[in-house]
């Protein structure tokens, strides 16, 4: 059974950092592609960032320059460092998987098939 437990979420002032976990567990995790999404109240989720199973990164415009997706796979755990805060940044965070990325769906939350419980972050205005 595949689980995925987010963590690190917290509320951090506009301009500060934060670093996201998510450990996998029941799959091998070093195969699949991972990927960080979110959500704010009332607004779709959206990708955030991707990393292949190869290592490939990929990012959403709004936080390229700010936010590093990588990946340990001897701790099965993937992270999210998050700098420059905003507080449009403010959202659930979700942890995905799939067996496989594909290059056209990406940071499409459609094309995941096992999901985190969420984890908040808060970057008050």
């Known amino acids: 059974q595949v689980q995925l437990v987010e963590s690190g979420g917290g509320s951090v002032q506009a301009g500060g950092s934060l670093r996201l976990s998510c450990t996998g567990s029941?799959?091998?995790?070093?195969?699949?592609?991972m990927a960080w999404f979110r959500q704010a109240p009332g607004k779709e989720r959206e990708g955030v960032a991707v990393?292949?199973?190869?290592?490939?990164?990929t990012y959403a415009d709004h936080v390229k320059g700010r936010f590093t997706i990588s990946k340990d796979n001897a701790k099965n755990t993937l992270y999210l460092q998050m700098n420059s805060l905003k507080p449009e940044d403010t959202a659930m965070y979700y942890c995905?998987?799939?067996?496989?990325?594909?290059?056209?769906?990406?940071?499409?939350?459609?094309?995941?098939?096992?999901w985190g419980q969420g984890t908040q972050v808060s970057v008050p205005s």
């Open positions: 029941g799959y091998p995790f070093s195969s699949f592609c």
């Open positions: 995905a998987a799939v067996v496989q990325c594909s290059r056209g769906s990406l940071l499409l939350k459609g094309a995941y098939n096992y």
């Open positions: 990393v292949n199973s190869d290592g490939r990164t």
